[in-house]
């Protein structure tokens, strides 16, 4: 009776060594299950981390690129819009510039019109006067007179040149006051086609002689014909002659001036 007793305790007492070591090896088990998974959880969240430290490494750097464009772009920003003041300051200069330079046009334009108008005017007045005045040097007078009526008219010609070719024309015929010359040509007298040495004394008298010294005479400014002297006045228009063509010392001297045109 006895034997079966501790049989049973033993059978008893291996069910429960069985049943710890067991227990044992299943929470050995599930204790590796748990280190293993713990492990695991360790390992995803170390990855996690540095997952997340690489993105926000990686976002420190874009940030910081982003903040150096940025600021690049707002000195870019500044730059161009004080640049942009600056070319709208010098269009508004430019236009002002090209306003001024259109009114100046318009004044020149008004101007030319004008001063062509007044050019004639003045040179109509010259070639009346040379109509009116002493009849000395008649072609050359005309030529001139011509040669500047030719380029006032002409349009390719600035005002300034025509006021210059005019003002030096005027001179010319001013100039012929205080001078006195001998030159040779021909002209009418009393329907006579006559060569002669002429005289010019200033602008107040001429006196011709012929080549001959026999025949001498003047121009009458009252009758505006040319007319001949008695014998008398020989001498004395040679002297001036030869006085003129410094031929001979200067002296005083009576010439028969005649009468005075009004």
Known sequence: MGFPHSLRQKRFLGVCLLSIILGAGAALTSAQTMDEQAREDTEQAIDTRRDTQRQQDEWSDEKSDLVRRYKSATASVKWLQERKAEETAQAQALDDRVAELQRRLGEADRLEGSMQDTLMVIFHRLENSVAASLPFLP????????????????????????????????????GYASTVEV??????VDGEVIH?????????????????????GGFDPVLGQWTELDGGAKRSIGLAMEMAARMRPVELIDLPLGRIGQ
């Open 196 to 216: 002669a040495d002429v005289l010019r004394i200033g602008r107040v008298t001429v006196f011709w002689r012929t080549p001959d010294g026999k025949r001498v």
């Open 183 to 188: 030159y040779q040509d021909k002209f009418e």
């Open 139 to 174: 072609e050359e007078r005309s030529r001139r007179l011509d040669s500047v009526e030719d380029e006032l008219l002409r349009p390719d010609v600035t005002s300034a040149e025509k006021l210059r070719r005019l003002l030096e024309t005027l001179q010319v015929e001013a």
